[in-house]
């Protein structure tokens, strides 16, 4: 009997990275890429009018968050398992990430062989986590730990909070998040009043000492 293949889709801006992407997976054997997609639209086109096993997505695509990307695919197919692959850290996004429903959370440093692990393992309803991260989840669960602020956040507001701790202007997030300079300097209140704090350089020493950017 003929083992089926797992069918993935690749949600990517970088074609480059496309490429990589398609070239390693299917270097597995039992593992084909059908479909790519470089932006959200296309990516939820795709979801739409084709049968996936899996969909390895980035975080940052030129049109939307990943994540709000991720909440609109599990509404048009809702046990698609979705693993993200992205250069943001684990610090910053992977816990966010799984409690919105991402099967699984990796950065583009990670070994070949884990990326083909880590699609076998998600097919199958599991989910895939790093060690750090593990860790990270079992804090969180720990009832005696105290959650940080940073964690009352709603997605839109940290994404803001993280580009401001990290030195950009809200002209800057604006263009990177697609939306407009007044309504950055919105989400920066609601940011700024939510974490008792006044000003960007406060939320930059905050995010450093917490280990969201470095």
Request: no cysteine; aromatic share 4%.
């Amino acid at each position: 009997m003929i083992q089926e293949k797992i069918r993935v889709l690749i949600a990517d801006d970088h074609p480059v990275v496309r490429r990589g992407l398609r070239q390693l997976l299917e270097e597995a054997g039992d593992i084909v890429v059908g479909g790519e997609a470089g932006s959200a639209a296309e990516t939820l086109d795709q979801v739409r009018r084709n049968r996936w096993d899996v969909l390895v997505l980035d975080l940052d695509l030129p049109d939307r968050s990943g994540l709000e990307v991720l909440r609109d695919v599990k509404l048009a197919q809702e046990n698609l398992p979705i693993l993200f692959l992205t250069v943001a850290s684990e610090d910053q996004f992977a816990i966010r990430a799984l409690r919105a429903g991402a099967a699984g959370y990796m950065t583009k440093k990670t070994a070949p062989e884990e990326l083909v692990e880590a699609i076998r393992k998600v097919v199958k309803g599991g989910r895939y986590v790093t060690a750090a991260v593990a860790e990270r989840i079992a804090l969180h669960l720990d009832k005696d730990v105290e959650t940080p602020v940073h964690e009352s956040l709603s997605d839109r507001e940290y994404e803001v909070f993280q580009m401001l701790a990290s030195g950009r202007t809200a002209t800057q997030v604006a263009e990177a998040l697609h939306l407009s300079v007044k309504t950055v300097s919105t989400y920066r209140s609601r940011v700024l009043e939510k974490m008792g704090l006044r000003t960007n350089a406060e939320l930059t020493v905050y995010a450093v000492r917490n280990g969201i950017v470095s």
